[in-house]
């Protein structure tokens, strides 16, 4: 066993490390292409190989008199946090990455995040939403996304508004980030007068709903707020949908925001969901491209639809080169600088990080909106609602009414 | 397990008695082989600071620690136990909590996980050690789904959304930096601990009592080995080296959430090991789980077979238990009958 | 008050279709005393032949029983031929090492060929109502054929030539032998009969719920726990242990938080298996 071990180990040793060349960038993440996360994660990708393509189409990121063209390594987590960690590990340590793209999921993103501290490289989270890892003192990790705790507060203010008295009930996966989302949601609805009736969580892995929805009908809700991720969501539509739970208001996270959603014809209609970006959502960018321009050169590339998780992804992106470039150079410690100033608006929005010790590295300025799925000419697709101020069409209360 | 007919080759792994009872454990040569492969673990990335390497072989410890010690179930005994990541996941969970919530010290941390996990197992294991053969297995299922159900639940462990600790605990160990070649050294320790445990355990009558309950629990009974006490013992003893490897593990993740303390592929790729390295041997489980690890370690990161890693594994395990049951050891003792004297 | 009966009444209904599901884990057991690790796998299978069937031939998604009933029945006499009849006869462990190694390889190639996206094959029939709350057709329906199916099995094994031979093999291989039973073949008969009913109650599974490459795992839990319920072996047991299951599920949901069912479910488990090692309504060796 010793020779064995020996040989293996001298081998493992005097393999050559492939040394990034001078002018690139290496980039280095993980993407959920198999588990239960692989749809969500999947237009996160996307958005930010559309990202590298465009930026290498252009000739690379510009700092220091220099091109640097942008190279990704990537490897499928399977959606399991123990995986993350050592492909991370793997990433700066084997791959030589200089920066990281966080994963998707605020677990997967939690568990990264402590490797990219421990080897202090800066990473770009457009994955995962809670603000728990922002807390440690992190000085490397940046969030270009709204933070969970705001997810479903426009949520909350447009329900109030239709129905100041509405009875709500909170059914969500047992996960991090929905769990944060909805207890944030719970003191948002109280504030606001509203009437929590039922808060409960269940298993992400999940299937049969039926109990639950019987619940639900038990407790005498009309406003329903909750779900996880795409698989639980869907399903729990699907399931209020057959069993005629009647609900007035249906807010589901993340599931909504895909394009699949409409495979659930009646179920999905009427569901609202909070994004982090839709494309009838125009901001005036002063850095990238526009939301015209990106929503149409995803489509061409992909043959799909842009979502919000495709937008992200793209913004994770855009946000790291905006900050290079103004720092000029690549070392982690200006491009730390330049990112604690970054104050800049892409098609994505406005985005802004936190430079508190306390919180260091979280979003503060992009706002999200509310989506609903709608009926327009027999086809079913997703409306901005709310803020009023940038809706593409009215809200539709209750939801018996979007037939 | 009721009359098993094992082939040739595993019998002749089993039924091997004790070579030289009675000398000090010191004397012996395979004592000192385990300590070379520990110094081996510990000079090869030390020498020029190899990150890379040091991660490489800290998996391959874990691994190593995991299936030496479920060999003492699995390979000695012959129990199969789905639920070894319980330990590895309850010490992670306790250490983790320990240091993050009451400022314990890191080490003291680590016993309490080892020694709180093996407690526990103990009186799990009156309770399930009742049961046989598939009964068992089913059972250890139970157990690891029922756990992890429990602690989504469990709100001082943070429920579904688990502990993060803080940077700032590395401190004491010298920055991230440093902490994580400390937390690497007590690894390898570990690691060597749970092979001198195996191979102590192997050479003593209390193992050769737990050969005697795999080969045929009754006949074991009626020739007067105490079966209960001695199945409750190797479970209680294959409980304490995982938690403190756990304790480690997710201490140096510095994050710990149930669905990965709890991941019941660990216990199944532990449960393969074993059997690709021959089980019941001590050597054969340490190197199966060197070349489980470097083989994953490939298939993962590999562009063409990232997707096949599981039909990779899953014919590599059909295709030894179809035609070498006796693993990796057994392959090599029936070639070479003179390594039986020296590999145990 | 009525929400706790509709929560009993969505138990019972879908414990039946756990029942079924059940049945085949258990058939295979109390013949020939191996555990199937790919029985949720199996159970998946059927799933994707119903929404392959139905979604890409078009076919009517009840009409896709009989295929996948032949389907599974070939399948199932494959993979004894593959991972079960060289463990015949040695430990147990063999046997639940070779069927979880396949089982690994089948959820590679799933993974491989569909990835873990969610399926959905919608099923729309009337539902029936008691107050505000639903019973979806596809429930019901789902629950009286997995009741029609159980019974059949249970005529099959009392009453015809073949059945009475795979119980005679399942009481005593040796003395089958003796009186000229072709052991083997029933041996793989039996195994062919345990996946096909996985993959049945899996089609009508994937009527009710979307469903994953993945989704097996939960199902072979389930299967687990109403296989310990109903007993070991007792391929009708399971159907009353499914409904045990389901009845406690929805007499545990109306009071407890959901996310405690699990715990509740395992610890019973457990216990019920320290309790009764062969299984509440165990009858070994007689099927």
């Given at each position: ?14 393999a ?29 990708q ?6 590298r ?12 008199g220099?091109s ?34 966080s ?6 993103t ?14 770009i989270?457009?994955?995962g ?31 109030a ?24 949601a ?36 009309d406003?329903?707020?909750g ?7 869907a399903t ?36 609202t ?11 005036k ?7 015209a ?9 992909f ?5 919000y ?11 790291l ?10 070392e ?26 306390a ?19 027999d ?11 940038a809706?593409?069409?009215p ?9 | ?9 595993m ?5 091997r ?17 385990i300590?070379l ?25 874990v ?12 390979g ?16 992670g ?17 680590l ?8 407690a ?15 009964f ?24 579904s ?5 803080s ?12 902490a994580?070649?400390?937390?690497y ?24 009592g737990l050969?005697?309950?795999?080969q ?28 403190i ?7 140096k993740?510095a ?7 709890f ?14 390295g ?15 690890e ?27 238990v ?7 050891m ?15 | ?16 279709v ?6 085949g ?24 032949a119903l ?30 031929w ?17 069927t ?23 099923v729309s ?24 199916i ?6 099959f ?6 059945g ?50 993945l ?7 389930k ?9 070991f ?52 060796g007689?099927?």
């Open positions: 066993m010793n020779r064995l071990c020996l040989l293996a180990a001298a081998a493992t040793l005097f050559a490390p492939a040394f990034a060349q001078d002018d690139t960038i290496t980039i280095g993440m993980t993407n959920s292409l198999t588990g239960p996360l692989n749809v969500d994660s999947l237009g996160l996307r958005g930010e190989e559309y990202w393509d465009e930026v290498n189409a252009a000739g690379g990121i510009k700092a220091g220099k640097y063209k942008v190279k990704f390594v990537t490897y499928d987590d399977q959606s399991v946090g123990g995986r993350v960690q050592q492909l991370y590990t793997r990433l700066v340590n084997q791959d030589h990455a200089q920066f990281l793209f994963p998707y999921s605020s677990g997967l939690a568990a990264a995040a402590v490797i990219s501290e421990q080897y202090g490289k800066i990473m989270d457009a994955g939403a809670e603000k728990k890892p922002f807390l440690l003192g992190n000085k490397y990790l940046f969030m270009v996304i709204t933070q969970a705790d705001d997810y479903l507060a426009g949520a909350i203010k447009a329900l508004q239709k129905n100041p008295h509405a009875r709500v009930a909170m059914v969500y996966s047992d996960d991090p980030f929905s769990k944060t989302v909805l207890a944030a719970k003191g948002q609805a109280k504030d606001a007068g509203l009437d929590v009736v039922m808060d409960e969580s269940y298993a992400p892995s999940t299937t049969d709903f039926g109990p639950i929805v019987n619940k639900i009908i038990s407790s005498n809700a406003a329903f707020l779900g996880g991720h795409y698989s639980d969501g729990l539509a699907r399931q209020m949908y057959d069993q005629r739970a009647n609900m007035k208001w249906i807010s589901i996270l993340v599931a909504p925001g895909d394009d699949k959603f409409a495979e659930l014809g009646g179920a999905a209609l009427g569901v969901v909070p994004s982090q970006w839709e494309p009838q959502v125009s901001y960018p002063d850095f990238g491209p526009t939301t321009e990106f929503a149409k050169g995803f489509e061409a590339k043959h799909a639809k842009a979502d998780h495709a937008a992200s992804g793209y913004a994770s992106g855009a946000i080169q905006h900050a290079i470039e103004q720092a000029q150079s690549i982690p410690e200006k491009v730390v600088a330049a990112l604690n100033a970054t104050d800049v608006t892409t098609f994505f929005g406005r985005v802004k990080f936190s430079t508190d010790p919180s260091h590295g979280l979003q503060v300025a992009h706002q999200m909106v509310l989506a609903q799925w709608q009926k327009s000419d086809k079913l697709v997703r409306q901005v609602v709310w803020p009023q101020q809706a593409s069409a809200l539709i209360y209750p939801i018996s009414a979007s037939q | 397990m009721d009359s098993p007919i094992t082939p040739q080759a019998e002749t792994v089993m039924i008695r004790p070579s030289v009872r009675g000398a000090a454990i010191i004397t012996r040569p395979f004592f000192w082989l300590t492969v520990v110094a081996i673990f510990i000079v090869t990335p030390a020498i020029g600071n190899n990150v890379e390497l040091r991660e490489s072989l800290l998996l391959a410890a691994y190593i620690t995991l299936a030496s010690n479920l060999n003492l179930m699995l000695y005994a012959g129990y199969i136990n789905f639920g070894s990541i319980v330990f590895f996941g309850l010490g969970y306790i250490c983790v909590w320990l240091v993050n919530s009451y400022d314990w010290p890191l080490w003291l941390a016993l309490a996980a080892g020694v709180g996990v093996s526990l197992s103990f009186i799990f294991g009156i309770g399930i050690l009742r049961l046989r053969g598939p068992f297995a089913l059972s250890t299922i139970g157990i690891v789904e029922g756990v992890q159900a429990f602690v989504q639940n469990f709100t001082p462990w943070g429920g959304s688990g502990i993060y600790i940077p700032a605990v590395f401190a004491p160990l010298g920055g991230p930096a440093r994580l070649w400390v937390v050294f007590a690894l390898v320790a570990v690691m060597g601990l749970s092979l001198y445990l195996s191979y102590a355990i192997k050479t003593s009558k209390f193992g050769l050969l005697a309950i795999g045929n629990e009754d006949a074991a009974a009626i020739l007067g080995v105490p079966t209960p006490r001695y199945k409750a013992l190797a479970y209680s003893a294959s409980a304490f080296l995982p938690a490897v756990g304790g480690l593990y997710f201490f993740g994050f710990i959430q149930p669905s990965d303390a991941d019941l592929t660990l216990s199944t790729e532990a449960i393969v090991i074993c059997m690709l021959g089980q019941g041997t001590v050597t054969g489980v340490a190197l199966g789980a060197y070349l489980y470097e083989l994953r370690g490939y298939l993962l990161t590999s562009e063409t077979f990232s997707h096949f890693q599981l039909v990779v594994a899953g014919a590599l395990l059909l295709l030894i179809l035609f070498f049951p006796g693993g990796l057994g392959f090599i003792y029936s070639r070479f009958p003179r390594t039986q004297r020296l590999l145990e | 008050m009525l929400g706790i009966i509709a929560s009993l009444i969505d138990g019972v209904l879908v414990g039946l756990y029942g079924l599901a059940a049945m884990l258990t058939l295979i057991w109390g013949v020939m005393d191996v555990i199937n690790l790919t029985h949720g796998t199996m159970i998946v299978g059927g799933m994707f929404y392959l069937l139905a979604t890409a031939l078009g076919m009517p998604p009840y009409l896709t029983l009989p295929p996948v009933l032949i389907g599974g029945f070939v399948v199932g006499v494959a993979l004894y593959v991972a079960v009849h060289r463990m015949i006869g040695r430990p147990p462990l063999m046997s639940l090492l070779s979880f190694a396949v089982n690994l390889m089948l959820i590679g190639i799933g993974t491989g060929l569909w990835g873990t996206a969610l399926f959905n094959v919608s029939l009337p539902g029936l109502s008691i107050g505000r709350y639903t019973f979806p057709g596809a429930h019901i329906l789902a629950a009286a054929l997995a009741a029609l159980a019974g059949l099995l249970y005529l094994l009392h009453k015809t030539r073949l009475k031979a795979l119980r005679a093999v399942a009481n005593n291989r040796e003395a089958a032998e003796l009186v000229g039973i072709p052991t083997t073949k029933l041996l793989a008969i039996a195994v062919g009969c345990g996946v096909a009913l996985a993959g049945v109650s899996g089609m009508l599974i994937g009527t009710l719920f979307p469903f994953t490459v989704s097996g795992d939960g199902y072979q839990l299967s687990f726990v109403v296989t310990v319920l109903g007993g072996g007792n391929p009708v047991g399971a159907l009353m242990g499914g409904v045990a299951l389901g009845l406690l599920e929805g007499a545990v949901t109306p009071f407890v938080p959901v996310s405690w069912t699990l715990v509740i479910e395992f610890a019973l488990f457990v216990l019920v298996l320290i309790a009764f090692p062969n299984g509440i309504f165990a009858r070994r007689a099927l």
